[in-house]
């Protein structure tokens, strides 16, 4: 009989959904979730988001601004499985922490408007999948809507994305004339009906194609139907989970998720056919999930998610092993034993304390300051996960602030924060500045702002003069020695305590890294 730890591990599915701003991210998470039984009455998200919205003015930025910048994690049962759900920033201001989620994740579900196609940012994001194939399935949206065919978006997820697909299930007109979705490999059709009350969608299912009932429902877009599918069968791939598991080609699905509907059928297959959590890279070795030595790493850090504790949460994905409450767990990087006594695992309703965890899970450690992103832990093996890096910001600021005597607060607010990896903060050698680096400039908003109402301090950021920053490293002690002294003026040091060499032009970069050849430039960090 395999053990318990195999059962467990063998039930996870831990996915994250990718998709441009609006194509139906959070529609579809909230219906996910209504499917999963964790909620009873769809609406209840974006209840919860104007609940919270009440206590946390991070919120009330997130409404104005009318984007999400919280990443969270849920996890509900479905029929035999546990679904990890990890939610991704939409903006793109916040790419970086949405890549790092995605190496946190086995699978992806891809979304996509109906009427707008393939788009920017769908595009970026499977360029991230890409890196580590990652296995992605396909939901096309809003099919209540008139869109494009959906024969030519299938053409141009193949084309522009560089996937095949196949189409699990078909849509039966759309728009006003949206009647329902045909599941190829089950022949049955399941009919749509646009009163649902917020509640899980229950509609007829038509046996076979041939049914005659169909053209009683249909009348002639039966017909229609029998046709299109002889051509789409004819034109495109039937489905491949081996191809799919090795994110060649993507399972597509049709739906419409304001309607509860499509979404049955997209989680009864997941269950099925996502993976199992995988096997992840370290610097030594590879460490397979069936390990029953634990291991896990850090993807994320956020601060103060519930601002009546003032915490800051470290999400870790487990890899291999058990997580019992109270165990004893080597954090690498310091080379310390640290007891895990509150761990955290995030439910869909709400937030509760781990008493087990198994691979795949996500469970939430309480930072205080001494976990950084990428941080593994363990049993006591000496491991590194890889692929989780900090890259380089293109935008600079120096933070000034209104009332110097709240220095103090400034630093601990700023370092609190950066720890989250959104920004990153550099104090240069030779001076007091404090520079935050950002990839995107809508940061610096959302950093003075949670300032200002999670460490009452009132900044503001000005332009300065840096360009481009890169982390410096040398086999060579005392060569690094010497480019510290007589590069000073450019050198600063991150809030993760890293050498930094910050340019003020590209050239003065350049002419840096010619003259000191021994010196390793590098434009990501990793872990942390
Ligand atoms: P996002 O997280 O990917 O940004 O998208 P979100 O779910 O917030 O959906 C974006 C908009 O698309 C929302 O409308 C949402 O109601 C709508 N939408 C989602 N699924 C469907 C669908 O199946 N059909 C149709 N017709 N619309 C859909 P909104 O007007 O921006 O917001 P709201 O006022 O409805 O909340």
């Not at 109906?114 to 194939?133: F, N, P, W």
């Not at 396909?138 to 099919?143: M, R």
């Not at 598991?245 to 597509?252: D, E, I, K, N, R």
């Not at 509760?352 to 992103?373: F, K, M, Q, S, V």
Request: glycine share 8%; hydrophobic share 40%; aromatic share 8%.
């Amino acid at each position: 009989m395999p053990s318990k730890h195999a059962t467990e591990t063998a039930r996870r599915r831990t996915f994250a959904i990718i998709s441009h701003p609006d194509a139906g991210k959070t529609t579809v998470t909230e219906k996910l979730l209504l499917y999963g039984g964790a909620i009873q009455l769809a609406g209840t998200v974006k209840g919860r988001k104007a609940a919270r919205h009440a206590t946390s003015d991070w919120m009330e930025l997130e409404k104005e601004r009318g984007i999400s910048v919280t990443s969270s994690v849920m996890q509900f049962p479905y029929k035999d499985c546990i679904v990890n759900l990890l939610d991704t920033p939409g903006h793109q201001d916040f790419s970086e922490d949405t890549y790092r989620t995605l190496t946190a994740v086995d699978s992806a579900l891809m979304v996509i408007d109906v009427a707008k196609g393939v788009e920017e940012r769908t595009i970026k994001l499977m360029e991230v999948c890409r890196l580590r194939d990652t296995p992605i399935m396909t939901f096309i949206n809003k099919l209540d809507r008139e869109g494009r065919e959906p024969i030519d978006l299938l053409d141009e997820v193949e084309r522009v994305l560089g996937i095949a697909c196949a189409p699990v299930t078909w849509p039966i007109g759309m728009g006003k004339r949206f009647k329902g979705v045909y599941h190829l490999a089950r022949d049955a059709v399941h009919l749509f009906s646009p009163t649902h009350g917020g509640k899980v969608q229950q509609g007829e299912i038509i046996q076979g194609l041939d049914n005659p009932r169909l053209d009683e429902v249909l009348g002639t877009q039966a017909a229609e139907l029998r046709e299109e599918l002889e051509l789409v069968m004819g034109a495109s791939h039937s489905f491949d989970a081996e191809a799919y598991l090795a994110g060649q080609q993507t399972p597509v699905f049709f739906g419409s998720a304001i309607n509860n509907f499509g979404i049955q059928e997209l989680l009864d297959d997941f269950v099925v056919y996502a993976p199992a959590p995988r096997s992840r890279a370290t610097q030594s070795r590879e460490i397979l999930p069936a390990e029953e030595s634990f291991s896990g790493f850090v993807f994320k850090i956020q601060a103060n998610m519930d601002p009546q504790h003032r915490d800051r949460i470290a999400f870790m994905r487990i890899c291999s092993g058990t997580f019992r409450k109270g165990a004893k767990l080597r954090h690498v990087r310091i080379a310390r034993d640290v007891r895990i006594a509150d761990a955290l695992t995030f439910m869909a309703s709400e937030r509760e304390h781990a008493e087990e965890a198994y691979p795949g899970d996500i469970i939430g450690l309480h930072n205080h300051g001494t976990i950084r992103i990428g941080d593994t832990f363990t049993e006591g093996e000496a491991l590194a996960f890889t692929g989780i890096p900090n890259f380089a910001p293109e935008l600079f600021r120096r933070a000034q602030l209104r009332d110097p005597l709240k220095m103090k607060q400034l630093q601990k607010g700023l370092q609190q924060l950066c720890e989250e990896g959104a920004t990153q903060l550099f104090k240069p050698l030779t001076n007091n500045d404090l520079i935050l680096g950002a990839v995107g400039i809508l940061q610096f908003d959302v950093v003075a702002h949670r300032l200002r109402h999670e460490y009452n301090v009132d900044a503001s950021f000005e332009t300065v003069n840096v360009q481009t920053a890169r982390w410096v490293s040398c086999a060579d002690e005392r060569k690094l020695e010497e480019f510290r002294e007589k590069a000073a003026a450019n050198l600063s040091i991150d809030h993760g305590g890293d050498l930094v060499y910050i340019a003020p032009t590209r050239v003065n970069l350049q002419m840096a890294q010619e003259r000191w050849p021994e010196i390793t430039f590098s434009a990501t960090r990793e872990h942390g």
